[in-house]
């Protein structure tokens, strides 16, 4: 069974940087997209970005230009550049990989991002 892990949240001060990571547990065949979700409490999860296999990007509105996904799908690797983070990031993010060869969705467990004023 293929797992996904998050590594890179951690607390850091409105204004700052972090870089989330995601790395399969073996190279995943096939692979479509990738992307990062998130979930702040009380709240329901949406997308923040996702990279195709291709290379095209898309972005919540939310984002605004402060975050960038890049991806190595040879890898099977997924990471999250944010910059300028705000309050209202804080929340828990997870990245998921989709592969068209199987048509599964491998999801991570999620890593917590507390942003503080």
């Known amino acids: 069974q293929v797992e996904l892990v998050e590594s890179g949240g951690g607390l850091v001060r409105a204004g700052e940087s972090l870089r989330l990571s995601c790395a399969a547990s073996e190279v995943i065949v096939g692979i479509h997209v990738m992307r990062w979700h998130r979930q702040a409490p009380g709240k329901e999860r949406e997308l923040v970005a996702s990279i195709s296999n291709g290379g095209t990007t898309n972005y919540g509105d939310f984002v605004k230009g402060r975050f960038t996904i890049s991806g190595d799908t040879a890898k099977s690797t997924v990471s999250l550049q944010m910059n300028n983070l705000k309050v209202e990031d804080t929340a828990v993010y997870y990245c998921?990989?989709?592969?068209?060869?199987?048509?599964?969705?491998?999801w991570g467990k999620g890593t917590l991002v507390t942003v503080s004023s």
């Open positions: 998921s990989i989709y592969t068209w060869k199987y048509g599964v969705e491998y």
